[in-house]
């Protein structure tokens, strides 16, 4: 029902700026809580930020102040822009999408790999 599609990865210096983007497929996008993930090669997935339907952020403490997430309900879209990037934010990310309303479901894309060299 639900597909995710990210795309803007790629390699960057450090103190430079991305910006990646998810377009989901189907006509629920405004109904759903997004989010985007990172994983480094050898480390679990971590939460990067989210954004609810109703346009609440968060973030994880090592990003505030340097990302911002945002979404687009006309566009289907969510990016999440990067800036100030470090080598340690070298992860493949994840945009993920649930649903707030029963029945509950969880849906995933299948990563964009950004890389932050030195």
């Known amino acids: 029902q639900v597909q995710l599609v990210e795309s803007g990865g790629g390699l960057v210096q450090a103190g430079g700026s991305l910006s990646l983007s998810c377009v989901c497929s189907?006509?629920?996008?405004?109904?759903?809580?997004m989010g985007w993930y990172r994983q480094a090669p050898g480390k679990q997935r971590e939460l990067v930020a989210t954004?609810?339907?109703?346009?609440?952020?968060n973030y994880a403490d090592f990003v505030k102040g340097r990302f911002i997430i945002s979404r687009d309900n006309a566009k289907n879209t969510v990016a999440l822009q990067m800036n100030s990037l470090e080598p340690e934010d070298t992860a493949v990310y994840s945009c993920?999408?649930?649903?707030?309303?029963?029945?509950?479901?969880?849906?995933w894309g299948q990563g964009t790999q950004v890389t932050v060299s030195s």
């Open positions: 993920n999408a649930v649903t707030p309303v029963l029945p509950k479901r969880e849906y």
């Open positions: 189907g006509s629920i996008f405004s109904l759903l809580n």
């Open positions: 954004i609810t339907r109703g346009f609440t952020t």
